[in-house]
Nanobody, 128 residues
């Protein structure tokens, strides 16, 4: 059974940091791009940070320089380190997988917000 389970969300003050984790099971992570997406209330889901099987990354401009995505295939986990958080980063954060055999680039995965499997999301709230 394919599963992606996000954790690490919470309430943080502006300027603070959080590290999200996406624990995967039921598929061979080595053959999947992974992306972190977010959806704020009343807004469309947006792609933020994506990482390929060879560790190349793509970031949306709004998070570039503040967020870092990384993966540990041995632990079957993908991380999102979020620094210098702003109130506008408040959203539910989801991780998703995309098989490399479908030919989607990591840039397209983020830009088109495509994923084969999705987690249930974790809430991140940035507020003083």
């Amino acid at each position: 059974q394919v599963q992606l389970v996000e954790s690490g969300g919470g309430l943080v003050q502006p300027g603070g940091s959080l590290r999200l984790s996406c624990a995967t099971s039921g598929f061979a992570l080595d053959y999947y791009h992974i992306g972190w997406f977010r959806q704020a209330p009343g807004k469309e889901r947006e792609g933020g940070s994506c990482i390929s099987t060879d560790d190349s990354t793509y970031y949306l401009d709004s998070v570039k320089g503040r967020f870092t995505i990384s993966r540990d295939n041995a632990k079957k986990t993908v991380y999102l380190q979020m620094n210098s958080l702003k109130p506008e980063d408040t959203a539910v954060y989801y991780c998703a997988s995309r098989s490399i055999f479908l030919g989607t680039t990591v840039r397209d995965m983020c830009a088109r917000k495509v994923g084969d499997y999705w987690g249930q999301g974790t809430q991140v709230t940035v507020s003083s």
